[in-house]
């Protein structure tokens, strides 16, 4: 039995927290989790049955756990994913990995030197549909990409404690948190852009709350990527893609996943979800679904049943690394 310490409690935390319970039969369990916040803890130790602990620090010095499971805010990820990799335990933290170059360097230094294994919680590139897209792009299925749009936008992230997400020290803003999706995914599919053009609307305090980017290939091949958090309490949250090939058009909509073929009628791809299941946690997730197929591949990964190549920290902070070269490109992450 693989042993969890789960630290953070809040919506992402729950939802990580129902995911493991889905996965019990694989072997996986919280046995301990972490908050500062004593009602959110209490809650945890109910939902989960796991023993409590009001640090970070406690969980990993104390718990007896193989796994630390970090869904904090960002700015809290690096010092905690190196203590853990520290005290010998393996790590899943949530995305973005950290915020600062520093902490990226510090963070894959320590991985290399403890030998522990750790997955970044890029969860598009396990989302059913994002990584049907991808196989069938590298099968070659439809010919190669021609263009393609990403966009991701909500409403304004009001759930988050403290309102930390609002501060660009603290998360960096929509670009680093929510968009990073996106763009991390865009380079699992193509690859790093030879040139990243980008420009943003800012908040009255110069944060960046909407942020458009074009990526170009070659000469011949552009991508275009969106993503805002800056629309009333009431607008829905969208996620979207629409990617040209040579011989179809595949997008991914209110209608689902559909292609488009040049020949030949539109039609939805059969996926098989791993998972499917309503989600009462919060936030802006409806369902389970790619958080239970990451976690279930983390855990897989940790049991031998594959590599954990499909979202390895390095890939991580490549894809940070290329949302700040978008940030600069639209003139700094504050005015």
């Not at 009431?234 to 020949?263: C, H, M, W």
């Amino acid at each position: 039995m693989i042993k969890v310490g789960l630290i953070g409690c809040g919506f992402m935390g729950g939802m990580h927290a129902a995911c493991y319970a889905a996965l019990e039969d694989k072997g996986v369990k919280v046995t301990a989790v972490s908050d500062a916040r004593p009602e959110f803890l209490e809650k945890m130790v109910q939902q989960t049955g796991a023993e409590g602990y009001a640090s970070s620090e406690d969980l990993i010095k104390q718990a007896d756990v193989d796994v630390v499971d970090i869904c904090l805010p960002t700015y809290l990820h690096a010092a905690t994913a190196c203590a853990a990799m520290e005290a010998g335990r393996d790590v899943f933290c949530e995305k973005p990995i950290c915020l600062q170059e520093e902490e990226a360097q510090q963070i894959l230094e320590v991985k290399n030197r403890t030998g522990r294994k750790m997955m970044i919680g890029q969860v598009i590139r396990l989302w059913d549909e994002y990584a049907w897209l991808k196989k069938t792009v590298d099968a070659g299925t439809y010919g190669r990409v021609l263009s393609g749009v990403f966009q991701r936008v909500s409403s304004r992230p009001g759930w988050a404690s403290n309102n930390w997400l609002s501060s660009a020290s603290l998360s960096g803003g929509v670009a680093v948190d929510m968009h990073i999706h996106d763009v991390d995914f865009v380079r699992y599919l193509l690859g790093d852009p030879d040139r990243v053009q980008a420009g943003a609307n800012r908040d009255k305090d110069g944060m960046i709350t909407h942020i458009f980017a074009i990526y170009n290939y070659g000469k011949d091949v552009a991508v275009s990527i969106e993503a805002s958090w800056d629309y009333p309490a009431t607008f829905p949250f969208s996620a979207t893609f629409r990617v040209k090939l040579e011989q179809a058009t595949i997008t991914y909509d209110a209608n689902g996943l559909t292609v488009y073929p040049e020949q030949g009628d539109p039609f939805h791809p059969e996926i098989e979800q791993q998972y499917s299941g309503e989600n009462s946690i919060g936030g802006n997730i409806s369902s389970l679904g790619g958080y239970y197929n990451e976690l279930k591949y983390f855990i897989e990964g940790l049991q031998g049943k594959n590599d954990l190549s499909v979202a390895p920290p390095e890939e991580a902070v490549a894809s940070l690394r290329l949302v700040k070269k978008e940030i600069e490109a639209a003139g700094g992450l504050l005015a």
